[in-house]
T-cell receptor
Framework: GNSVTQMEGPVTLSEEAFLTINCTYT??????LFWYVQYPGEGLQLLLK?????DKGSNKGFEATYRKETTSFHLEKGSVQVSDSAVYFC????????????FGQGTTLQVKP | DGGITQSPKYLFRKEGQNVTLSCEQN?????MYWYRQDPGQGLRLIYY???????QKGDIAEGYSVSREKKESFPLTVTSAQKNPTAFYLC????????????FGSGTQLSVL
C-alpha cells in the first residue's frame, strides 16, 4: 500500500543551523509529494510540493527534491529561524487519486535563539 | 477573504452523546475532507466528498458520519459509537485533482468529559 515515513522528532536546533527532516515513501508509480507545516494551534499549510521525479520544490528557504531512486523527499533549510518552529508533515497523493493525502506522522522542530 | 472555517474551536462530549463539527468553505472547491490528528500519529482520513450529495469512507470512518448537502458545507458528526473521540479534527478542501494542494481549517479540539 501507500505510506509515508518521517524521521522521529522532536528536532531541536539553534538559530541559523542547517535543517534536514528525512521523508521516505512507498507508493505505486509516481505520486505527487508534499511538505505541509503546522504552527501551534492551527491547521496545516502547504510549504512546498513536487509532482514528478527530480523536481525540486522550494518556498521560504525550504527545499525538497523528489528522488525516485531512493523514494525520498527530504526537507532542508540552510539557516533556520525561531519562527520556523512548528510540526512538519510529509505527504503524498497516489497516482489516479483525486486529492486524498496520505501523511507521515509529523516531525516537531524546535529552534532556540 | 476566501478560506475554510471550522467551528467550534473547542468541543466537549459527554458519554453517549453525538456531537457535530462544522466546516464551511467559500473557495468554490468541489472536494472536502475530514482528518483526525492524534499526537505522534500524523493525520488519518475519516471521510471525504468529491461532489455534493456524495461522500466516501476514509481509513477510520467507524463511529463517524457526514453529509454534503451543499458545496460549501461538510459537517462531521462524532457518534456515541466512537469510543475514543478525543483528538484534533481538521477539515480541508481542494479542487479534487491529485497534484493540487489542500486548504485546511484551523481545527476543532474534541475532548470527552
Amino acid at each position: 500500500g501507500n505510506s509515508v515515513t518521517q524521521m522521529e522528532g522532536p528536532v531541536t536546533l539553534s538559530e541559523e543551523a542547517f535543517l534536514t527532516i528525512n521523508c521516505t515513501y512507498t507508493a505505486t508509480g509516481y505520486p505527487s509529494l508534499f511538505w505541509y507545516v503546522q504552527y501551534p494551534g492551527e491547521g496545516l499549510q502547504l510549504l512546498l510540493k513536487a509532482t514528478k521525479a527530480d523536481d525540486k520544490g522550494s518556498n521560504k528557504g525550504f527545499e525538497a527534491t523528489y528522488r525516485k531512486e531512493t523514494t525520498s523527499f527530504h526537507l532542508e533549510k540552510g539557516s533556520v529561524q525561531v519562527s520556523d518552529s512548528a510540526v512538519y508533515f510529509c505527504a503524498l497523493t497516489p497516482i489516479g487519486n483525486t486529492g486524498k493525502l496520505i501523511f507521515g506522522q509529523g516531525t516537531t522542530l524546535q529552534v532556540k535563539p | 477573504d476566501g478560506g475554510i472555517t471550522q467551528s467550534p474551536k473547542y468541543l466537549f462530549r459527554k458519554e453517549g452523546q453525538n456531537v457535530t463539527l462544522s466546516c464551511e468553505q467559500n473557495l468554490n472547491h468541489d472536494a472536502m475532507y475530514w482528518y483526525r490528528q492524534d499526537p505522534g500519529q500524523g493525520l488519518r482520513l475519516i471521510y471525504y466528498s468529491q461532489i455534493v450529495n456524495d461522500f466516501q469512507k476514509g481509513d477510520i470512518a467507524e463511529g463517524y458520519s457526514v453529509s454534503r448537502e451543499k458545496k460549501e458545507s461538510f459537517p462531521l458528526t462524532v457518534t456515541s459509537a466512537q469510543k475514543n473521540p478525543t483528538a484534533f479534527y481538521l477539515c480541508a478542501s481542494g479542487r479534487g485533482a491529485g497534484n493540487e494542494k489542500l486548504f485546511f481549517g484551523s481545527g476543532t479540539q474534541l475532548s470527552v468529559l
